[in-house]
């Protein structure tokens, strides 16, 4: 998308070329220009694919961020409510009014739904302070 608004000029200008090679054009030429132009667009547009990759994962990650982010704040607003759950398969779920955690003790992710959404974050500190403070609501530390 940031390749059509940056570069629509260019677009727009071989569009028109290509209409003009069709009506001035006749013959064989006219489609060896065509295929021509086409290419040349299919090629300039290709040499913009890796920043468009690199945006992309740059946007994923800042979007991940933006949730975890709103993820530990509305838990922390919610933690002394907290409840902890031993599940009989070894795993834990810890909710809150708009949280639930689940995972495994000693797991690197942990599975948090939040606004009925559902992804997997890393058990960094701050999940693990959040899940060992339910914990300590439970009673169980």
Avoid: C, H
């Avoid at 995972?103 to 060992?132: H, Q, R, W």
């Amino acid at each position: 998308m940031e390749f059509i608004q940056d570069r629509w000029f260019v677009i727009v200008g071989a569009v028109i070329v290509l209409f003009l090679v069709i009506k001035l054009v006749k013959t064989v030429v006219k489609w060896v220009l065509i295929i021509a132009l086409l290419a040349a667009l299919y090629y300039y547009g290709a040499s913009y694919k890796d920043q468009l990759l690199e945006l992309g994962a740059t946007v994923g990650a800042q979007a991940a961020a933006e949730v975890k982010n709103q993820v530990v704040k509305a838990f922390s607003d919610e933690i002394k409510e907290a409840t902890y759950k031993q599940n009989p398969d070894g795993s834990f779920t810890v909710m809150t009014k708009s949280v639930r955690l689940d995972g495994k003790p000693g797991e690197s992710d942990i599975k948090v739904t939040f606004m009925n959404n559902s992804f997997t974050v890393k058990m960094d500190d701050v999940m693990k302070a959040l899940v060992d403070q339910a914990k300590k609501n439970a009673g169980i530390q």
